[in-house]
């Protein structure tokens, strides 16, 4: 059993995040870049003394875990070459202009800065991916901000074994001591949210959790960005053309997407509306009942499904159509309207619920009836849907971070352009992702020289430019230096 951090040791850690902040903050691009690639090396040299120990506290499989690990490794050597490359810092250098109109315009070099100690809070059911090695640790790193994670009770041990191995790597490349590290303990999670050197956290979790979370962070005397990810149905919307078209295609992708990882990925699709008379009843639950029943995270992972599943089936409308290592549940879209908070809440597992619609209005009213999703997906027919499509994609948009057609929302590609976010309840904050080079901006915040000398600028501001990064300079991205 791993103990909780004393209050002494979370003192400890807090003290060596601040201390921290400055030099990392101060840190080249490049250089920074190079300490985030001795942590990605090192956690792939690891791998097969993390990954036993992943499975054993997680029951997911080797080959998903391995994964993990590379998809963490990866997502570091991306953002690495990101800093190096410049993008992550936003440069805009507009010159001074004597003449411009209507009044002459000041030399003026803007750039984002660290915002400093990041606390990171954990996820369960990404081991690796979402955990000490993931995407808010990783962008913060990127970013210039020392990070201490709470760990999560349900992989103690190796969230342990992770940080040691991040922690050498980044002290063996010359990082800042305090660049990384962990505590352990709910309460303590709390105390160090509330403690003022932490000047943002990241979360992904339950709705509930993340809601009181949230809550201390906005109500500190010093208030704090809280980036919490809390809970999605990533509703599926499938049209009569799509299956007609493809309709087994649909039932068999369909469920492999909802019973991926024992349906615990946050973009799992909960939530699946078909055309009344569809004919996928049969290939639906032949899918169903070959999913294979397997362990969940943890017991209180378990007991939450089994509870949240009871609920559901108690709910006036809906019925069971196949179990066994999956449910799919079905329902109407008068139903849903009637009961939308008894339906429309997440339950964390293998279940889904079909919802039949009757009409294009119906189909219509049910996009409305949906609040915000990491995702929504919409199956058509780009020709014989056209019409149709132009009126729902807008609706989705409004609804989610990231719209799908013709595919399935699990699978979170790490890109420049992936958005892993999206309108509350997914998220409390709709306007940045927890994937992709944009999650680091979560972790800073701009700041604008005017007229200052040459100098006493920053490296990355300098009229030089002797890093080389990429920077917009009047208007025009360019990597020479500034001309006057």
């Given amino acids: 059993m791993i103990p909780d951090t004393t209050p002494a040791e979370l003192e400890q850690a807090l003290t060596d995040a601040t201390e921290a902040a400055k030099p990392l903050a101060a840190s080249e691009p490049a250089v920074r870049a190079g300490w985030i690639r001795a942590v990605a090396d090192a956690l792939d040299a690891a791998a097969d003394e993390l990954v036993p120990i992943a499975m054993r506290e997680s029951s997911l499989p080797e080959a998903r875990l391995r994964g993990e690990v590379a998809r963490s490794s990866g997502q ?74 709470k760990a999560h009770p349900g992989h103690p041990e190796l969230s342990v074994k992770t940080a040691e191995v991040m922690i050498e790597a980044l002290r063996a490349a010359g990082a800042p001591a305090g660049t990384l590290g962990l505590v352990q303990g709910y309460d303590v999670g709390v105390t160090a949210l509330k403690d003022p050197r932490i000047t943002a956290a990241g979360f992904t979790g339950s709705v509930p959790a993340g809601k009181a979370l949230h809550e201390i962070a906005v109500t500190r005397p010093e208030p704090i960005p809280f980036y919490g990810e809390l809970g999605s149905l990533n509703p599926v919307f499938v049209t009569q053309a799509a299956i007609d078209a493809r309709g087994n295609d649909i039932a068999t992708g369909y469920v492999g997407s909802f019973t991926l990882g024992v349906g615990q990925f946050c973009t799992k699709p909960g939530l699946l509306f078909l055309p009344a008379g569809h004919g ?58 009637e009961r939308r908070d008894e339906i429309l809440e997440e339950c964390f597992g293998p279940v889904s619920i079909l919802v039949e619609y009757a009409s294009e209005d119906e189909l219509i009213s049910a996009v409305e009836a949906v609040e915000g999703n990491l995702t929504a997906t919409l199956h058509a027919e780009e ?90 300079v009047n208007g025009e991205v360019t990597t020479a230096e500034v001309t006057r």
């Fill in 76 to 149: 570091l050597r991306m953002f690495a070459d990101v800093l190096e490359e410049g993008s992550l810092l936003e440069v805009v250098i507009d010159t001074s202009d004597p003449n411009a109109k209507p009044v002459p315009r000041p030399d003026l070099r803007r750039v984002l800065v660290p915002l400093g100690p990041v606390l990171v809070f954990a996820a369960s059911n990404f081991p690796f991916a979402f955990s000490v090695c993931g995407g808010d640790t990783a962008s913060a790193l990127a970013a210039g901000c020392p990070v201490i994670v």
């Fill in 383 to 472: 020709a014989a849907d056209a019409d149709l499509a132009r009126k729902l994609v807008p609706l989705l948009t409004e609804r989610a971070g990231r719209v799908l057609w013709n595919g399935w929302p699990t699978g979170v590609a790490v890109s420049w352009a992936q958005h892993h976010g999206g309108p509350f309840p997914s998220t409390v904050g709709s306007i940045h992702t927890s994937v992709g080079v944009t999650a680091a901006r979560r972790f800073q915040r701009p700041v604008a020289y005017q007229d200052t000398p040459d100098t006493v600028l920053p490296a990355v501001l300098q009229d030089a430019n002797p890093a080389g990064i990429s920077r917009r």
């Fill in 280 to 337: 996928l009843q049969d290939a639906l639950a032949e899918a169903v009942g070959g999913v294979t029943e397997a362990k969940m995270l943890n017991d209180r992972i378990a007991d939450g499904f089994s509870s949240g599943l009871d609920r559901l089936q108690k709910v006036e409308g809906i019925r069971v159509v196949a179990s066994g290592g999956a449910t799919l549940l079905q329902t109407t879209v008068a139903e849903v309207l």
